[in-house]
């Protein structure tokens, strides 16, 4: 049964700025991906709009960091025990948010992950007569939990179902995430569709890396990545003939294994690790130097990598996989291929068109935007603005 909102908007007594307590577990430059990336956007955005934000997370900093208002609930721990989400480091998180109770703030926007902290701060929205709004980028359903934990998968599915009718908003990052919502039985006036956004005047002056490799990987190196796809489809066009490197952007648990894999299959002086990079334009400049974004994840809530690779006039080869929604993004034949989940082969035959294609950036640049005009950090943050203080 739906929680019924406690209020239609935020409430402040005076003419004194609106507060939004943003709470997140990760963030820039500590912690990297698609929502790190999107609340890095975003806040300056509101900020430049007279409002005040602080961020509640983890103690990611030894020294406070200057200009930022962070405000640490609960010492660093780690987000990921081994290639899944440590469920420890969601239950202390979880505990942290009841500070919020002593906090000063007219509106709650929390991030979905890892759930567990979305109970408490439901309670604290309620005791503070404020909105609890909280944006989702993707929804696993009850087969892709089991998957995830085994038979603990049906519990995570029962959180995540409850966890979706807590909120008095909830934002959904695309029109699939937003149908997937109803189907968890939220309401429809709770549901909100404002898609991600880009720095689109950032990304066009982005200058192409002078050494990047002909292929390209890009995030966190986790089993559900594919990262191993990518290996085994360059081992393939190697064998063929062709001479081809493969770079990989990003860290993780999963690095020794694949790099074990990368010594069996003999690529060792056609692979790449770059690790992470503190800026982000030093990625997009890579990015716009490689020939192909190979992108065989079988989970993605929306897949910011996938959506700069084609801004930025890179071709991506990308799984259909029922969980990756970030394949909406691709015009298949047009702007990137998409192919069978888990299909190494077929990923190298797609990998080896584009790398033969006589498709120009500025082509693949255009057909992209042409698709996706809303994909717009300024207007995205309008939108959010709105939701957040509609009154």
């Not at 696993?140 to 959180?159: C, D, E, P, Q, V």
């Amino acid at each position: 049964m739906a929680v019924t909102p406690l209020v239609e908007s935020s409430t402040r007594k005076d003419d004194r700025p609106l507060r939004i307590a943003l709470v997140v577990d990760g963030v820039l430059p500590w912690s990297k991906g698609g929502r790190e990336t999107m609340y890095d956007a975003l806040v300056p955005r509101w900020e430049a709009e007279g409002i005040e934000v602080t961020t509640y997370t983890m103690r990611w900093w030894t020294t406070p960091p200057d200009g930022r208002r962070l405000r640490a609930l609960v010492p660093r721990l780690e987000m990921y025990s081994g290639s899944r989400r440590s469920i420890r480091q969601g239950v202390f998180f979880a505990l942290g948010t009841t500070r919020l109770l002593v906090q000063p703030f007219d509106v709650i926007v929390a991030d979905h992950m890892p759930y567990l902290h979305l109970f408490p701060l439901r309670v604290v929205a309620w005791v503070r007569g404020v909105r609890l709004i909280v944006p989702w980028h993707e929804i696993w359903g009850r087969s892709y939990w089991i998957h995830y934990m085994g038979g603990l998968g049906r519990l995570g599915a029962t959180i995540e179902r409850w966890a979706a009718r807590l909120p008095d908003l909830n934002i959904a990052g695309s029109a699939t995430v937003a149908a997937q919502l109803d189907s968890l039985g939220v309401a429809e006036h709770r549901v909100k569709l404002i898609n991600y956004g880009m720095d689109r005047a950032a990304l066009a002056t982005t200058s192409p890396a002078s050494d990047a490799p002909e292929l390209l990987c890009v995030g966190r190196l986790a089993p559900h990545k594919g990262i191993h796809l990518a290996l085994q489809a360059l081992a393939i066009l190697l064998s063929e003939g062709r001479h081809v490197h493969l770079g990989i952007i990003g860290d993780g648990a999963q690095r020794a294994e694949l790099e074990a894999l990368a010594h069996e299959l003999d690529l060792r002086d056609h692979v790449r690790w770059y690790g992470e990079f503190d800026e982000l334009s030093d990625v997009w400049s890579v990015i716009a130097s490689a020939r192909v974004l190979v992108f065989p994840s079988e989970r993605e809530g929306f897949g910011l990598t996938v959506a700069e690779a084609q801004a930025l006039g890179t071709p991506v080869v990308i799984s259909d996989h029922l969980h990756n929604l970030a394949k909406d993004l691709v015009t298949d034949g047009a702007t990137g291929s998409i192919v069978p989940a888990g299909d190494h082969a077929a990923l190298a035959t797609a990998c080896g068109a584009w790398l033969d294609s006589m498709t120009s950036r500025e082509e693949i640049t255009s057909l992209f935007w042409q698709a996706h005009p809303e994909l717009d950090w300024n207007t995205t943050s309008e939108r959010w603005l709105a939701a957040i203080d509609p009154g």
